[in-house]
């Protein structure tokens, strides 16, 4: 008896155990990459959403920032003159009207989901193409028989 329970402990020791260890490292690296691969994917995508935010978020003040020159310039021209003219009002009207249109366009063509909406899909009827098999012992022919049962 003691013989055997030392044995049965000798093959624990010396291969189960390891073993199992082992294995439970390993199950624990696994598990440790796949945690910090998910955070890095999530971490990445969350990234990529927020830069596409960002650049959408820079063209639209780039826009906004042409479209209002016109509007500084009369103002810097009040400023040295002291006084403006009445074709300023509506000079200014008329460009607040054409930036409102460009920022809309603009915003419509950075948003990807209002771009989608407005993509000009095509109502196109295309015909079918007409594909002619010729077997190996019969002739191709543009005129059906007859008497050819089909």
Same mark, same amino acid.
């Given at each position: 008896?003691?013989?055997?329970?030392?044995?049965?402990?000798?093959?624990?020791?010396?291969?189960?155990?390891?073993?199992?260890?082992?294995?439970?490292?390993?199950l624990?690296?696994?598990?440790?990459?796949?945690?910090?691969?998910?955070?890095?994917?999530?971490?990445?995508?969350?990234?990529?959403?927020?830069?596409?935010? #960002?650049?959408?978020?820079i063209?639209?003040?780039?826009f906004?920032?042409?479209?209002?020159?016109?509007?500084?310039?009369?103002?810097?021209?009040?400023i040295?003159?002291?006084?403006?003219?009445?074709?300023?009002?509506? #000079?200014?009207?008329?460009? &607040? &009207?054409i930036?409102?249109?460009?920022?809309?366009?603009?915003?419509?063509?950075?948003? &990807?989901?209002?771009?989608e909406k407005?993509?000009?899909?095509?109502?196109?009827?295309?015909?079918?193409?007409?594909i002619?098999?010729?077997?190996?012992?019969?002739?191709?022919?543009?005129?059906?028989?007859?008497?050819?049962k089909?």
């Open positions: 008896m003691n013989n055997s329970s030392g044995i049965a402990i000798m093959v624990m020791v010396t291969y189960i155990l390891p073993i199992n260890t082992i294995f439970l490292i390993y624990h690296i696994i598990r440790y990459i796949r945690r910090t691969t998910n955070t890095i994917q999530i971490r990445q995508n969350i990234n990529k959403r927020d830069m596409i935010v #960002f650049k959408r978020i063209i639209l003040f780039v906004l920032e042409i479209l209002s020159i016109p509007s500084f310039v009369v103002w810097i021209l009040y040295i003159t002291g006084y403006t003219s009445a074709w300023n009002y509506t #000079f200014l009207a008329f460009i &607040s &009207s930036s409102q249109l460009v920022m809309s366009l603009v915003l419509a063509s950075t948003t &990807s989901q209002i771009r407005l993509k000009w899909r095509s109502t196109q009827v295309h015909p079918n193409v007409e002619r098999v010729q077997y190996h012992n019969t002739q191709v022919s543009d005129h059906h028989d007859p008497k050819e089909f």
